[in-house]
């Protein structure tokens, strides 16, 4: 069945190591972003990507990489350089390369990543 | 700055009571907002809005867009334990070509 997965859905990690978080999608969108969410935060834009080979940072890019091999994949690395990365990692895809306004974004169940 | 404000940041109600949630937005060039409902996990799509007044329902649920005064409400009515949730609000700025989320308000529905 289509859709978006994300694994894993528990992460733990202990300070300074690096950690990275796959999300898969299978509905043959072009474009695909990650979010993280924080309690009374809301969802802040870390990374995204319009095509494959090319991503542009978000709001909150530092201390965060990713790549775009494939259309399907866009795993996201939490560095040791992020300062506070304890939170909800979530994925989203959307149709097109840019959203319009008659489209919407379609989430993964996201990754909770605790650091120890 | 771009900016999405959702209010209240939380609400408890009980089973059978009817909720609005409130959603302001400061954003150059509005393309559409966008509500969505998160239980736990990945949010869900609730509606789009892209034009002022005109009130998109489903079932329970309804919500409005004011471009004029730059808000949006969404309602519930005769709530339920199920709807209990984080709800989200988010605004499509065409100068960007992102969404720009508010901080959730998050709805527990009593029994």
């Known amino acids: 069945d289509g859709g978006i997965t994300q694994s894993p859905k528990y992460l733990f990690r202990k300070e300074g190591q690096n950690v990275t978080l796959s999300c898969e999608q299978n509905l043959n969108h072009d474009a695909m972003y990650w979010y993280r969410q924080d309690p009374g935060q809301g969802l802040r834009l870390i990374y995204y990507s319009q095509i494959v080979n090319d991503f542009q940072k978000g709001d909150i890019a530092e201390g965060y990489s990713v790549s775009r091999e494939k259309k399907e994949s866009f795993p996201l690395t939490v560095t040791s350089a992020q300062k506070n990365p304890t939170a909800f990692y979530l994925c989203?895809?959307?149709?097109?390369?840019?959203?319009?306004?008659?489209?919407?974004?379609?989430f993964g169940p996201g990754t909770r990543l605790t650091v120890l | 700055e771009d900016k999405v404000v959702q209010s209240p940041l939380s609400l408890v109600v009980h089973e059978g009571d009817t909720v609005t949630l409130n959603c302001s937005y400061e954003?150059?060039?509005?393309?559409?907002l966008l509500w969505y409902k998160q239980e736990k996990k990945a949010p869900t799509f609730l509606f789009m809005l892209t034009s002022s007044g005109i009130e998109k329902k489903s079932g329970r649920l309804s919500s409005i867009l004011d471009k004029k005064e730059l808000f949006s409400i969404l309602n519930i009515t005769a709530t339920q334990t199920g709807d209990s949730a984080v709800y989200l609000c988010a605004v499509l700025s065409s100068n960007t070509g992102k969404l720009i989320f508010g901080q959730g308000t998050t709805l527990q529905v009593k029994p």
């Open positions: 989203a895809s959307s149709v097109l390369r840019e959203l319009l306004s008659t489209d919407t974004q379609y």
């Open positions: 954003v150059t060039n509005f393309r559409s």
